[in-house]
């Protein structure tokens, strides 16, 4: 059955879940404060790379199942389900900054009258606690507004999201479960049955513990991560393959192969930010969770390995030319927070090296992130069309980010460099005959 739904913020998660729930038949509103991206989106432009967005998208305005704007009043009204889908960035404590969810809760409080019931319902990674903050917090300020019976008009609900960029549409329509968080079973009943025809694995909580199941899923494939990476590590000392080893660990099913892939760290918007947050809460209740710390040192350390490696050939990098290839912090996104690729590029101009850069889709937002680099060291930083342009008169090659399109190159063109595969893409016994190669956790 149709449903009326409206999600605050229309980034990675708001634009692909409005998309989606309108693919699958509900009317949807989404809202966003910038206009010159509201106006994109009426036109059918999506402002963000994610594989298969564009069709559903279309296919969601052409059946009139999707809509945009900017006017919070409009997106109140009509809609039943208010799904709240802003950043949660971390702030340097690591602590999750609230302000952009806090706003969204009052503006949708502005809008909410008497006789009105609405479910709003938080997308966004948020703290545990926060739901039952929210209840609160929209209460009074219904209550400021001489709202009858204020707790009647609302309820809040967690149900947080798992989609992986560049894999988010698929993520969406093919989950491997929903989680809805409620202190009214039969609230989060509602919500649940959006994603009806979905036939998901669903899971109904309290609030705290739906918020709890994001953080904990988040830290723990993070926890994977930074664990092979060290495992990496301590294989190069004595002689060892990770690669090999990671896949003998994977054919334990209590274990399982996913996330078990060394390379140069992990980036994103949650990995990181998540991992940070959770430490902030379990600080904020008096423990000390030092497995979870551990996992953004190792993390951190991890990126720059590739420069280290480079420096074991090159001990003076100052006028050498290299070149990086992958500068998202994934495969099939544009998304460049807390990449590898940017401590990387910094450091290698630091030490006085030309950088020649080239991903397929994400340089435009690169030139944004080293906006500063590229006015203080201008043309020692470049950005090239094409991965063979980033080659030219490079004398090193460090591999960032494991498109597809570099798993398959002219390995003539590698000749004399010094190649550091910062993802174990390519095959080193291949590799040797062509330039001086290492990469992580391999002899």
Partial sequence: MEKRIAVIGTGYVGLVSGACFAYLGHRVIGLDIDEEKIERLKRGEVPIYEPGL?????SALENRKIEFTTDYSYAVKNSDFIFIAVGTPSRPDGSADL?????????????????????????????????????????????????????KRFDVVSN??????????????????????????????????????????????????????????NAFLATKISFIN????????????VTVV???????????????????????????????????????????????????????????????????????LKGVTVAV???????ETDDMREAPSIPIIKRLLSLGANVKAYDPVAVENAKR?????????????????????????????????????????DFDKLKGKVVIDGRNLWEPSIMEQFCTYESIGRP
């Avoid at 290839?325 to 495969?331: D, S, T």
């Avoid at 043309?379 to 498109?403: H, M, N, P």
């Fill in 325 to 331: 290839w992958g500068l998202a912090f994934k495969p």
């Fill in 54 to 58: 564009d069709k559903i998208l279309k």
């Fill in 369 to 409: 992130v080293f906006k500063e680099e590229l006015e203080k060291f201008g043309e020692r930083l470049t950005f090239s069309k094409d991965k063979y342009e980033a080659l030219e008169g490079a004398e090193a090659l460090i591999l960032v980010t494991e498109w597809k399109e570099f798993e398959n190159v």
């Fill in 160 to 217: 947080p999201e798992f989609l992986r960029e560049g894999k988010a549409v698929e993520d969406f329509m093919k989950p491997d479960r929903v989680v809805v968080g409620a202190d009214d079973r039969d609230v989060a009943g509602r919500v649940a049955s959006l994603y009806e025809k979905l036939q998901p694995a669903i899971l109904i909580t309290d609030l705290p513990t739906a918020e709890m199941i994001k953080y904990a899923s």
């Fill in 246 to 316: 990671a896949r003998g660990m994977g054919l334990d099913h209590r274990i399982s192969p996913h996330f078990l892939r060394a390379g140069c760290g992990f980036g994103g918007s949650c990995f990181p930010k998540d991992v940070k947050a959770l430490i902030n809460t379990a600080k904020g209740a008096g423990e000390e969770p030092e497995l979870l710390e551990s996992v953004i040192s190792v993390n951190e350390r991890q990126k720059l390995k590739p420069v280290e490696k480079l420096l074991r050939h090159i001990p003076d």
């Fill in 230 to 241: 060290e495992v990496a590590n301590i294989c190069e000392k004595y002689g060892a393959d």
């Fill in 99 to 151: 302000s952009y969810v806090e706003s969204a809760y009052r503006s949708i409080a502005k809008f909410i009258d008497n006789g009105d019931y609405k479910i709003i319902v938080n997308k966004s990674t948020v703290p545990v606690g926060t739901g039952r903050w929210a209840k609160e917090f929209i209460r009074k300020l219904l209550e400021e507004r001489g709202i009858d019976e204020p707790e």
